[in-house]
Structures are given as C-alpha cells and as structure tokens.
Nanobody, 115 residues
Framework: QVQLVESGGGLVQAGGSLRLSCAAS????????MGWYRQTPGKQRELVAT????ITNYADSVQGRFTISRVKNMVYLQMESLKPEDTAVYYC????????????WGQGTQVTVSS
C-alpha cells in the first residue's frame, strides 16, 4: 500500500501563487506515476497534472501556469497566476499498476482563490 499526504493549500488572491506538496510513504518503490487532480462540489474529479518517468502532462486549463515536479517520494505542484476557477480541493494520486491507474489518493487540500 501507498499512503499520500498533501499540504500547502490555502487562500490566495487572484494572480497569486501557491505550492502544493505531497509526501508518499509505504511501498513507494512500486509507484510508476504521480499526479494532481482537483474536484469542486457537484463535479467529477479532474486531472490537473501528472508526471510519469519524468514526462509531464497538464490539463489545458493550467498549461503554462502550473508546474509539477517529483523528487524521490515527494511530488509538488507549483501554481502561478491563480484564477478563481482554480478553486477546488486538490488531491495527490499515485499509480502502481501497468495501466497507470491511480489507486492511491491523499485526503485532499483546499485551494481557494479570491477575486
């Protein structure tokens, strides 16, 4: 099993920045991909950014503003030029399967961007 713990959320004004962190523990040697997803009330969880063997992938809505990075058992999401529509609960996820299915999730961290 893999355990994930996020931190770094909070309240920020539009145009500001935040950095989210996610610490993985447990069977981390099985992790082949990590990423950030977000969810707002009444909507499905959506992809924000993933990193797989050093290759990054971003949602169109955050391309050029967010940067995902991974160092050992930590994954980060640097968020710049934040917009009110970025307000959501952000979840860290990890995959240990060949199909890159994200089976492990953190508890989530709230990001609120005020206009």
């Amino acid at each position: 099993q893999v355990q994930l713990v996020e931190s770094g959320g909070g309240l920020v004004q539009a145009g500001g920045s935040l950095r989210l962190s996610c610490a993985a523990s447990g069977r981390v040697f099985n992790i082949n991909a990590m990423g950030w997803y977000r969810q707002t009330p009444g909507k499905q969880r959506e992809l924000v950014a993933t990193i797989t063997s050093g290759i990054t992938n971003y949602a169109d809505s955050v391309q050029g503003r967010f940067t995902i990075s991974r160092v050992k058992n930590m994954v980060y999401l640097q968020m710049e030029s934040l917009k009110p529509e970025d307000t959501a609960v952000y979840y860290c996820g990890a995959s240990t399967s060949r199909g890159l299915t994200y089976s492990f999730w953190g508890q989530g961290t709230q990001v609120t961007v005020s206009s």
